[in-house]
């Protein structure tokens, strides 16, 4: 750290910093609400919000009593108004779309847990495409878990190692954020563990990996877009080296787009290339390294991908059957934007981003968009991640009362008085979804996903 430390920054501040607790940070999900309406929303809990600099969304938050409420329990939380998110992880996306960059089809190459991805589709307005891919299988699951509480409808989700994309999509993409798996330097901050299997060894197998990695990724973009590199660690090798070692490969085709205005501070954080090399000194927050580049010219392809992908099996569902599920689906007030569109596979009803269909067909997809109903004999049943993400009339909400939507949390039916008069309607708190309810008598019958339900404490800091 030493070595790689510019002379200007005092390595005891270093030592100091890394010993203290990170503070916690926010991102607000403006895919559902505005920053003024969340601050208004949360102002009675006395939360001290500070803004992050680069982050318009992004707030560190310190509570009066932190042990009151784990903040995960939060109702908004829970219903996705906003994610826990390290404040330096919100460095590479603001990267990616700074000077006004509005790429239409996104790559996440090493999406989990979804900080950055949901970053991104908030960003895009959940119009586009993002291909989020996720190489560990344990977390795609956690994945699609945050993608769907925070309400993003324009998702492809893969798992795969990274090194496929470049020759599977060549110059596919506007735009790629490859948040790079990393030795982890920056995060003793919050896991003092982090560095128990740290070695020089591990550090060089490390940087031959992102190398492979962010070639990959250079191959997958298209002349013209951006690729911003980053990890969480803060040695040269894995950082600086791994660009050099990409620019080196390209002179002609890739050229540095430098960060030194993405915030008023960056000039701090700034090394001589115009990357951002933060130590946890810098801005009180984790360690961490941004790289933007920009794609001048193609570059030669890579060899074709040697598997199969197989037969895509969804149909695209047009005319008549399009309308009858459009109708249906009025008729519980749930809608979509023009740029989605309906296909089916056996009874299962899905939304797609209408720019998947350029990718079909060249890699295998774990899931598309959001599944929107299944079909039944007596018509269809709606899907709760469709509830949650789509755009709803307000004339079909029913607002549940603070006790009665932590019961829906936990799983179990309610019984509001007075009951709504339809037969089915979408349960709201703080005017946002919660999902779809049938009426029985006065009863609310949940539909929440079993796998969602939580216990112990909901709440508390509203009452």
């Known amino acids: 750290m030493r070595a790689a430390m510019p002379p200007h920054l005092s390595f005891d501040d270093f030592l100091a910093a890394c010993g203290r607790p990170l503070r916690r940070s926010i991102r607000v999900n403006t895919l559902k609400i505005s920053v003024a309406d969340f601050l208004q929303l949360v102002a009675p809990y006395g939360w001290q919000l500070t803004p992050v600099p680069w982050c318009e969304e992004g707030f560190w938050i310190e509570r009066e009593n932190e042990d009151a409420l784990a903040l995960g329990s939060a109702a908004e939380h829970l219903s996705g108004l906003f994610y826990i998110q390290e404040a330096s992880s919100m460095l590479p996306v603001a990267a990616l779309f700074?000077?006004?960059?509005?790429?239409?089809?996104?790559?996440?190459?090493?999406?989990?847990?979804?900080?950055?991805?949901?970053?991104?589709?908030?960003?895009?307005?959940?119009?586009?495409?993002?291909?989020?891919?996720?190489?560990?299988?344990?977390?795609?699951?956690?994945?699609?878990?945050?993608?769907?509480?925070?309400?993003?409808?324009?998702?492809?989700?893969?798992?795969?190692?990274?090194?496929?994309?470049?020759?599977?999509?060549?110059?596919?993409?506007?735009a790629i954020l490859l948040d790079a798996p990393c030795s982890g330097?920056?995060?003793?901050?919050?896991?003092?563990?982090?560095l128990k299997n740290w070695s020089p060894e591990s550090n060089r197998e490390i940087a031959d990996t992102q190398k492979a990695l962010i070639d990959s990724a250079f191959h997958a973009l298209r002349p013209g877009g951006t690729l911003v590199y980053s990890t969480c660690?803060?040695?040269?090798?894995?950082?600086?080296?791994?660009?050099?070692?990409?620019?080196?490969?390209?002179?002609?085709?890739?050229?540095?787009?430098?960060?030194?205005?993405?915030?008023p501070d960056a000039g701090r954080a700034l090394t001589p290339e115009g990357y951002l090399h933060v130590f946890p000194q810098i801005y009180d927050c984790e360690g961490f390294f941004v790289a933007r580049l920009r794609k001048t010219a193609s570059v030669p392809p890579l060899p074709a991908p040697g598997y199969k992908v197989g037969k895509f099996p969804f149909t695209p569902m047009k005319g008549r059957e399009a309308a009858a599920v459009e109708q249906a689906a009025a008729a519980v007030g749930l809608r979509w934007g023009n740029d989605q569109r309906l296909w089916q596979r056996d009874k299962e009803i899905w939304l797609f981003p209408e720019d998947i269909e350029a990718l079909a067909g060249k890699v295998r997809f774990s899931r598309i968009g959001i599944r929107l109903a299944e079909c039944y004999n007596k018509g269809y049943r709606w899907q709760h991640e469709a509830v949650v993400a789509l755009p709803f009339r307000p004339e079909f909400a029913f607002e549940l009362s603070e006790s009665d939507a932590a019961e829906w949390y936990r799983g179990r039916d309610v019984w509001p008085e007075p009951a709504p008069a339809q037969s089915e309607v979408i349960v709201t708190f703080q005017g946002h979804p919660l999902g779809l309810a049938k009426r029985v008598g006065s009863r609310l019958k949940n539909s929440y996903p079993r796998e969602l339900v939580r216990d112990g404490k909901l709440f508390t800091e509203m009452s």
């Open 98 to 174: 700074a000077d006004d960059n509005r790429p239409r089809r996104v790559m996440d190459v090493a999406a989990a847990p979804g900080s950055k991805t949901t970053q991104i589709a908030a960003r895009m307005g959940n119009a586009g495409l993002i291909l989020a891919n996720e190489f560990s299988a344990s977390r795609v699951k956690v994945l699609h878990a945050n993608i769907s509480r925070c309400g993003v409808s324009n998702v492809a989700l893969t798992h795969f190692d990274g090194r496929v994309f470049g020759p599977a999509l060549p110059e596919a993409f506007d």
């Open 185 to 194: 330097e920056g995060v003793v901050r919050k896991d003092p563990d982090a």
């Open 233 to 263: 660690t803060l040695n040269r090798e894995e950082n600086e080296e791994v660009l050099a070692w990409l620019l080196a490969r390209y002179p002609q085709a890739a050229e540095i787009a430098p960060l030194d205005n993405l915030f």
